[in-house]
């Protein structure tokens, strides 16, 4: 059985910077794309980041792109989103998500989600 | 502001069908790609219901059932169930911004 566990939420000041974890158990996480989709209070949800499984291409949706960075350590079955630049409106609870495929797709989906992390931006 | 449109919310009755709408583009669900639905519990992860615009993962019941036409997709639910009370969210590719996968406005579920 596929694991998805996230760390590294809290709560940081409006212009700091947190690294959320996520370790995945229970299959060959280098096969794998990864992302991180998020949820802010009583919202819908909203993608945010998405890295294929050798780590060597990257996607961002416009509200996080030059202030997150994610990263993945195949070694050790890990994703980070590195974010700095917090904003009020980043304020949500993140999920790391693993895909069906090793790349990003039109035709691949999210197949496992962890129960998130939860991220407070506010002085 | 999400490109994907759900009604806000869907009741019924135990044991009745209802549906929910996706509405998205010809730059999402119009150009082909597969739509993906997933259930939200109170409190806890979106959890994958229907993948590939008709495909059930394994453990899904088979009351779930999702369709699409043109640039709308749906999903049904069958004989439904007082632990079907959740959030429905639709998903897919969006071929406008690169890398870009896109969700609905999402759905609450009641059952009455």
């Known amino acids: 059985e596929v694991q998805v566990v996230e760390s590294g939420g809290g709560l940081a000041r409006p212009g700091g910077s947190l690294r959320l974890s996520c370790e995945v158990s229970g299959t060959t996480f280098s096969s794998y794309a990864m992302s991180w989709v998020r949820q802010a209070p009583e919202k819908g949800l909203e993608w945010v980041s998405t890295?294929?499984?050798?780590?060597?291409?990257?996607y961002y949706a416009d509200s996080v792109r030059g202030r997150f960075t994610i990263s993945r350590d195949n070694s050790n079955n890990t994703l980070f989103l590195h974010m700095n630049s917090l904003r009020a409106e980043d304020t949500a609870l993140y999920f790391c998500?693993?895909?069906?495929?090793?790349?990003?797709?039109?035709?691949?989906?999210?197949?496992?989600w962890g129960q998130g992390t939860l991220v407070i931006v506010s002085s | 502001q999400s490109v994907l449109t759900q009604p806000p919310s869907v009741s019924g009755a135990p044991g009745q069908r209802i549906t929910i709408s996706c509405t998205g583009s010809?730059?999402?669900?119009?150009?082909?790609?597969?739509v993906q639905w997933f259930q939200q519990l109170p409190g806890t992860a979106p959890k994958l219901l229907i993948y590939g615009s008709d495909n059930r993962p394994s453990g899904i019941p088979d009351r779930f059932s999702g369709s699409k036409s043109g640039t709308s997709a749906s999903l049904a639910i069958t004989g439904l169930q007082a632990e079907d009370e959740a959030d429905y969210y639709c998903q897919t590719y969006d071929s406008t911004r690169t890398g870009f996968y896109v969700f609905g406005t999402g759905t609450e579920v009641t059952v009455l």
């Open positions: 998500v693993k895909e069906s495929t090793p790349y990003r797709s039109a035709y691949s989906w999210f197949d496992t």
């Open positions: 890295v294929s499984g050798r780590g060597g291409s990257t």
């Open positions: 010809s730059s999402n669900i119009g150009a082909g790609y597969g």
